[in-house]
């Protein structure tokens, strides 16, 4: 099993500021990599798929970079409805896919 | 637009079974494949199973292998969850999702909660 792990556990952020979240993979999933962003409440809401490729509707405050076993997402200027909990996902063995255990970004 | 609606969740005791559906709409149904991911309270998301477009594959967690079976039935544009020999840690939010082309998960539904307690 590909195992994923997220870094910071939890960030603490000024609105306005800049958020900057790590996924790194147990061995290479090459691009095949998600985030996520889960609010208190809410169903997971797709960010980023293919590592850098913003889905339909997501803000371009929204970034993703990175392959292989290190990946970023960063949110250039956090807004106060970006406080959330957010999760990569690896998709590099489809369908056995597999969850980071998760950013919670707050406020500071 | 797209729009998933699961139903059939509930408190249930050890060793009995449940079935999941998830009503989708705004998509031609048949054409993607469709997973159900859960959450235990205050955890993080886990993938359960997953189902292709046609149904004619079929893939499982190893930890509810044997005992969930996912189907769906294109005509009536609905997936299911047949849960049996439910225990304690199947307890979860369940969620069905829309799978992207790859295995990204593009749509989410609102989720329903399973709770196994005696």
């Known amino acids: 099993e590909i195992v994923m792990t997220q870094s910071p556990a939890t960030l603490s952020v000024s609105p306005g500021e800049r958020a900057t979240l790590s996924c790194r993979a147990s061995q290479s999933v090459r691009s095949n990599l998600a985030w996520y962003q889960q609010k208190p409440g809410q169903a997971p809401r797709l960010l980023i798929y293919g590592a850098s490729t913003r889905a339909t509707g997501i803000p371009a405050r929204f970034s993703g970079s990175g392959s ?16 959330a909990v957010y999760y990569c996902q690896q998709y590099d063995n489809w369908p056995r896919g597999t969850f980071g255990q998760g950013t919670k970004v707050e406020i500071k | 637009e797209v729009q998933l609606l699961e139903s059939g969740g509930g408190l249930v005791q050890p060793g ?34 997953a189902i292709s477009g046609s149904g004619g594959g079929t893939y499982y967690a ?16 609905t997936l299911y969850l047949q849960m049996n020999s439910l225990r304690a840690e199947d307890t979860a939010e369940y969620y069905c999702a829309k799978t992207g082309v790859a ?13 196994v307690s005696s």
């Open chain 2, 103 to 115: 295995g990204w998960f593009d749509f989410w539904g609102q989720g329903t909660l399973v709770t």
């Open chain 2, 16 to 49: 009995e079974s449940l079935r999941l559906s998830c009503a989708a709409s705004g998509f031609t149904f048949s054409s993607y494949a469709m997973s159900w991911v859960r959450q235990a309270p205050g955890k993080g998301l886990e993938w359960v199973s």
């Open chain 2, 62 to 77: 190893d930890s509810v292998k044997g005992r969930f079976t996912i189907s769906r039935d294109n005509s009536k544009n």
């Open chain 1, 68 to 83: 292989g076993t290190e990946f970023t997402l960063t949110i250039s200027s956090l807004q106060s409805e970006d406080f």
